[in-house]
């Protein structure tokens, strides 16, 4: 058996790093996470205050069944309150969090995870083998269709003991402790085997005093939580704002501290003002445009390739970007990922190419209509707007049909047979691709499927070896590229920004926005 703790060898082993031989995480943030506002970072930190966040996300929809989150109103909720068996550290690497050790076989098949002793929830009661169990289970049941069932789908067996759990898989993988680390899998309390989804107890770094879906949710510390090194501010307050401008305005008064999704065309003017800090990293982010592959026209693989070709990428990332990210290639793995394939041709803006495709599925011109609301995305709306001028050269006729922002993850995304959407903070080829482009999986945007990429899976989630691992992930990258059911135009960096009141540690987590997901966990007042 290979072991670790908290993603530290022990007895020598190699850890389970963003640099190890069993690691597929970020790669290093590529540029400064701090880039203008007075320098609060590397601080010693403090306790005290209340913090308040103000986010682009939210639904009325939003529950606090884990099952069911999917968005970054939801995710900074679930790090706040919940933990999880493993996290993804700020420099990329695996630690752990409810586990406090691991180990593997060497055909990693069979893990076993100790837990972290003296580990409470928030109603007092001591974290069990047992309540790790349960809340892995509830997402391996088919009947609660949980986005992470994909993660989990392997687990042939598990067994609890005195201090930990084993979990023994029908095919090896290497990445499996990253898959825990999940947003969804967090750890509740059970009874007889069974858990609460909807339990307001976790036994994270916050207690969760009030929650008002797609409004806000309150905090306040717990001071049974385990690390000393976390949690500094008495209370939290997430808000739920989708209007960018009103963001935007509540930060420069000081209404609140922290807000994601910066208007980039007002970028310079925030970046400017007094006693802002504004932040960028380059992560796993993309933008993308899924179509629903089991209705026409979209089934037809030619319509597919013609609107790749059929978008101006250059433009998009010019004027809805602004230059804070890169070009997309229609794959989900991204510049940030160990595997990203450097060698597939580049996506161009081609009318004519399109138009080839187009005849190739039996279409002379094609009338579409794209669902569009900022809530996917910042800039979904021009984004659209610049996709119908752009395909129109290429005999394909868009209507934007712009929708609410509210209720759109409920109503429009997979509802509707095109529309836009957006993705981050998958730290393994593995996850990205087992949560959303294998078949038939819940969170599959497109309901896409091919036969070589599903068996590409599970050969590559299986191997240790890195170079053969690379040919897989390559493979597998191109065929979603040529075939998959979503135009992926845009790698998006991270955009965020604080109050210069706020300080934040040295090095920034890029596996989500706003210090991966976990700033009111890691930030504090300076």
Partial sequence: MLRWKDGAPIFGARGLTRRGVLAAGTAAVAMPALLTGSARAANTPKRGGHFVLALGHGNTADTLN????????????????????????????????????????????????????GLTFHNGQSVRPDDVAASLNYHRDPDVASAAQPLLKDITDLTVDTDGITIRLLNGNADFPFLLADGHLVVVPSSEGKIDPNAEIGCGAYRLDRFDPGVVAKFSRY??????????????????????????????????????????????????????????????????FPMQCDMAPFNEPEVRRALKCA?????????????????????????????????????????????????????????????????????AVDAAALYRENAAAAGIDITVDRVPSDGYWTNVWRNRPWCASYWGGRTTEDSMFSEVYQSGVPWNESDWSNERFDA????ARAETDVSTRRTLYFEMQDIVRRDGGSVIPLYANYVFARRDSVATPAEIGSNWTLDGSRCIERWWFA
């Avoid at 993804?88 to 752990?96: H, Q």
């Avoid at 590409?456 to 050969?459: A, T, V």
């Fill in 311 to 379: 978008l101006d990428r250059q433009d998009l990332l010019a004027r809805v970007l602004r230059g804070h990210g890169t070009v997309g290639n229609d794959s989900p793995i991204t510049p940030a990922n160990r595997y990203y394939n450097d060698e597939m041709p580049a996506a161009e803006y081609d009318p004519d190419r399109a138009r080839h495709h187009l005849k190739k599925a039996g279409y002379d011109r094609l009338s579409l209509t794209l669902s569009v609301a900022d809530a996917a995305f910042q800039g």
């Fill in 223 to 288: 001071d049974g939580y385990w690390d000393d090194n976390r949690a500094f501010f008495d209370s939290v307050e997430v808000r739920a704002s989708v209007d960018a401008a009103g963001r935007q305005a509540a930060l420069l008064t000081g209404e609140v501290h922290a807000i994601d999704r910066v208007p980039l065309d007002t970028f310079e003017l925030l970046r400017q003002a007094p006693g802002v800090a504004v932040m960028e990293v380059a992560g796993t982010q993309h933008f993308t």
């Fill in 66 to 117: 884990p099952a069911t989150w999917e968005n970054q109103f939801t995710n900074c909720l679930a790090h706040a309150m919940h933990g999880r068996l493993t996290e993804i550290a700020a420099n990329g690497d695996l630690v752990g969090e409810v586990a406090e050790t691991w180990e593997h076989s060497s055909d990693a098949r069979t893990w076993r995870f100790t837990l972290r002793q």
């Fill in 456 to 459: 590409l899976l599970l050969q």
